[in-house]
T-cell receptor, first 112, second 109 residues
Framework: EPEVTQTPSHQVTQMGQEVILRCVPI?????FYWYRQILGQKVEFLVS????????KSEIFDDQFSVERPDGSNFTLKIRSTKLEDSAMYFC??????????FGSGTRLTVV | RKEVEQDPGPFNVPEGATVAFNCTYS??????FFWYRQDCRKEPKLLMS???SGNEDGRFTAQLNRASQYISLLIRDSKLSDSATYLC??????????FGPGTSLSVIP
């Protein structure tokens, strides 16, 4: 069964540093998403991406965040100047037609 | 009112029991509805979509009441492997889904 692949599985970074979380969506999917889940809290929508541009974003997704699809296969989330409260599990998801989402196994980001 | 609300749980039930989860959503224009399950520290996985007429998949039955903005999930004959957090998920617009906070289920031998 096709999978969404995320790397790294765990990232530790110092406060103030920039991190890039990487995702390889399912190859024939056209819609891509980032979600985050702070430990013990609910899954929160960050951003959706279609046709090489952001289609929707939440209030969480401010200027600190950016997404990119640099080469037709990877889909990245960049977090600039990380804060302690950015520590969370970040899930990438993709879908064929904005209906059924397949999630990657997540990247656990720890900001120290 | 929160966009998607669920029973807070946790639900602790014996094997073989029937358990029902409830979910309400605030946006009457919501288009699609799903139940996901999430195991501890794992990614959410689609359990089933929820259709207007109600739908069943083995031991799982989902119902949607658009007038009441209410979704339910019924699990019959609970198994130990059903222990997880069940997430009510609502698609509110073209390309945005909102997750409920989840309801934790523990099935006890």
């Amino acid at each position: 069964e096709p999978e969404v692949t995320q790397t790294p599985s765990h990232q530790v970074t110092q406060m103030g540093q920039e991190v890039i979380l990487r995702c390889v969506p399912i190859s024939n999917h056209l819609y891509f998403y980032w979600y985050r889940q702070i430990l013990g809290q609910k899954v929160e929508f960050l951003v959706s991406f279609y046709n090489n541009e952001i289609s929707e974003k939440s209030e969480i997704f401010d200027d600190q965040f950016s997404v990119e699809r640099p080469d037709g296969s990877n889909f990245t989330l960049k977090i600039r100047s990380t804060k302690l409260e950015d520590s969370a599990m970040y899930f990438c998801a993709s879908s064929e037609a904005t209906v059924r989402y397949t999630f990657g196994s997540g990247t656990r980001l720890t900001v120290v | 009112r929160k966009e998607v609300e669920q029973d807070p749980g946790p639900f602790n039930v014996p094997e073989g029991a029937t358990v029902a989860f409830n979910c309400t959503y605030s946006n009457s224009a919501s288009q699609s509805f799903f139940w996901y399950r999430q195991d501890c520290r794992k990614e959410p996985k689609l359990l089933m979509s929820v259709y207007s007429s109600g739908n069943e998949d083995g031991r799982f039955t989902a119902q949607l009441n658009r007038a009441s903005q209410y979704i339910s999930l019924l699990i019959r004959d609970s198994k130990l492997s059903d222990s997880a957090t069940y997430l009510c998920v609502v698609k509110t617009s073209y390309d945005k889904v909102i997750f409920g906070p989840g309801t934790s289920l523990s099935v006890i031998p």
